[in-house]
């Protein structure tokens, strides 16, 4: 656990400087770029269209989920899907990519992987506005529920730093595990939830209450819950113990891997 206090205290130390790198990551991803941030909202939204045609009117027919538009019930998933994503890939990449910067200043590589994610918010809030905007036209106003959104947010944070750091770690010894774990991912995002009622599926339940166990289902059927007002945390206790013990067995060995070979990152690049 002390190697999980030191990664800690480097972030919080250093929130300043996490903030204001992030900021100038995002405006340079798009600088070349006529219409620069506006991207941001559009490749996101372009992506959506296409999943709704698809998977909405083709597959789905149109039809309601739990008396929710199909549209508004996977934009609600996959605005936390288009984060989580991009936030794991981008920071899994973060070390290999910028070591060489870092290690020429008074900066703790720990805080790569925090600048890749924080780097993602704005696109999210901007996404969740949105979001937000087809809740209200299709009827459905803010409840206490949405409040529990906070608490969905917060353990989205800690679980993709919780697993980021593991990744840029690995990603720095293997390249080979990034591009595994793009493959991972684009099978993650069919089971995890984000377009797919896994429940309405014709699939054995057993296979059904192991699907529930990945983390990001928890996290894209927690937002759901919030924002549909379907249920409270506390009422899937055993799966919310197993999403905090998962996140807190990633983040001490991702601690415990990254403190012992980032003397060596740049011997390893």
Not at 107 to 118: C, E, N, R
Request: proline fraction near 3%.
């Amino acid at each position: 656990m002390k190697e999980v206090v030191i990664i800690i205290k480097e972030q919080l130390n250093n929130l300043g400087i996490i903030f204001r790198m992030s900021k100038y990551e995002e405006k340079a991803t798009y600088q070349s770029h006529y219409l620069g941030l506006m991207w941001q909202i559009l490749n996101p939204m372009i992506q959506i269209g296409i999943y709704y045609m698809i998977f909405g009117l083709g597959v789905n027919g149109g039809r309601q989920i739990s008396g929710v538009p199909f549209i508004v019930w996977m934009l609600v998933g996959i605005t936390a899907w288009f984060f989580i994503s991009r936030a794991i890939l981008g920071a899994s990449n973060s070390i290999y990519r910028n070591v060489g910067l870092v290690a020429k200043m008074k900066f703790p590589v720990s805080a790569l992987p925090s600048i890749s994610m924080v780097s993602g918010l704005t696109n999210f809030f901007w996404m969740l506005l949105i979001t937000f905007l087809f809740l209200l036209s299709a009827g459905i106003y803010p409840t206490l529920y949405w409040l529990q959104s906070l608490y969905y947010f917060a353990a989205m944070i800690i679980f993709i730093f919780s697993f980021s750091i593991l990744n840029a770690t690995l990603t720095t010894l293997v390249r080979d595990y990034q591009i595994m774990l793009q493959s991972i991912f684009r099978v993650l995002f069919y089971v995890s939830g984000p377009i797919w009622n896994i429940e309405n599926r014709n699939l054995p339940l057993g296979l059904i209450r192991i699907m529930k166990l990945n983390p990001f289902y928890y996290i894209i059927e927690g937002f759901r819950d919030s924002f549909l007002s379907r249920g409270w945390f506390w009422e899937k206790g055993n799966y919310t113990m197993i999403f905090w013990l998962m996140a807190l067995v990633l983040l001490i060995v991702g601690s415990h891997l990254h403190l012992k070979f980032r003397a060596k990152f740049v011997d390893y690049i």
